[in-house]
Nanobody, 125 residues
Framework: QLQLVESGGGLVQPGGSLRLSCEAS????????IGWFRQAPGKEREGVSC???????NYASAVLGRFTISRDKAKTTVYLQMNSVKPEDTAVYYC???????????????????WGQGAQVTVSS
């Protein structure tokens, strides 16, 4: 069974940093595009960042320059490094995976096949 598990969420002060992890269970992420999404209270879920099978990244304008997505060499974990966080970054963050057999660029759309359960990130002083 393919599962994704997010970790690393929590409370952080504005301007601080946090690193989220998305770990795969039952498969490696080598052949998958991975996306990070978030949903704030009362808002629709939105794409934050993604990384393609060959490492090409994409970021939403709201996080560009502050967040960084990366994979570990073992290809079992994808990270979202969040720097200079703002109160508006408060949300439940989800990772998602989609198998890619065509080496396509990743997209920030909810077309991914597998989803994690989410991790709460709260930015507050």
């Amino acid at each position: 069974q393919l599962q994704l598990v997010e970790s690393g969420g929590g409370l952080v002060q504005p301007g601080g940093s946090l690193r989220l992890s998305c770990e795969a269970s039952g498969f490696t992420l080598e052949n998958y595009a991975i996306g990070w999404f978030r949903q704030a209270p009362g808002k629709e879920r939105e794409g934050v960042s993604c990384i393609s099978r060959i490492g090409i990244t994409n970021y939403a304008s709201a996080v560009l320059g502050r967040f960084t997505i990366s994979r570990d060499k073992a290809k079992t974990t994808v990270y979202l490094q969040m720097n200079s966080v703002k109160p508006e970054d408060t949300a439940v963050y989800y990772c998602a995976a989609d198998k890619d057999s065509e080496f396509r660029p990743c997209v920030l759309k909810e077309s991914y096949t597998y989803w994690g359960q989410g991790a709460q990130v709260t930015v507050s002083s």
